[in-house]
């Protein structure tokens, strides 16, 4: 539910920096629109970006009183959330190139919307940026068992949420994915 980070008074020292933040949840491979959003909103209330990521194959195990996170995976033989993260922080590099934004990215574990509340909190976050769930049977069953990040970051928070849709709208006379 917090952030992994080998030093915490460096986290301490960077989430001073990154006060009134604009936080976006982002997952590699995301279509760039969520992030373009975020950025838009980060210029507009002229505030720092900060990317995050959460690795839903780790736990918390304890959090130190100083700051120190110490997480464990779910499975022993699979380190995927690193990857991805280095996946997407390759990917928000290059599209933030230039943007003239202070921003900075931080892989957060567990569940993905007690995690961005957590770090939300921390940094006083303005608004906080997620996309809808993609469409089809793997992501419904996912929701299934861990529930809307976007939902229940509505319901166990109080700051704004922005809910940027992933793809094309569905035409009225289609039936809802959610339905199906």
Do not use: C
Not at 107 to 123: S, T
Not at 147 to 175: F, M
Request: glycine residues 6%; without cysteine.
């Amino acid at each position: 539910m917090s952030e992994s980070v080998e030093h915490p008074e460096d986290a301490q020292m960077q989430d001073a920096q990154l006060q009134k933040a604009v936080i976006v949840g982002l997952r590699p491979g995301q279509p760039p629109r969520v992030l373009s959003e975020a950025v838009r909103f980060a210029k507009l209330l002229q505030s720092p970006l900060v990317i995050v990521h959460v690795d839903v194959t780790r736990f918390v195990t304890f959090e130190d009183p100083d700051g120190m996170v110490h997480s464990a995976p779910i499975d022993l033989n699979i380190d995927a959330g690193a990857e991805e993260f280095a996946e997407l922080r390759a990917e928000v590099e290059q599209a933030l190139t230039g943007s003239g934004l202070v921003w900075t990215a931080r892989q957060l574990v567990g569940d993905p919307a007690l995690a961005i509340k957590h770090l939300a909190g921390a940094l006083d976050a303005q608004l906080i940026v997620v996309g809808t769930r993609n469409r089809g049977l793997g992501e419904s069953i996912r929701e299934f068992f861990t529930g809307s990040v976007a939902a229940r970051l509505s319901h166990r928070q109080q700051r704004p949420i922005l809910i940027v849709p992933l793809e094309e709208p569905i035409p009225d006379d289609k039936k809802d994915p959610w339905s199906e």
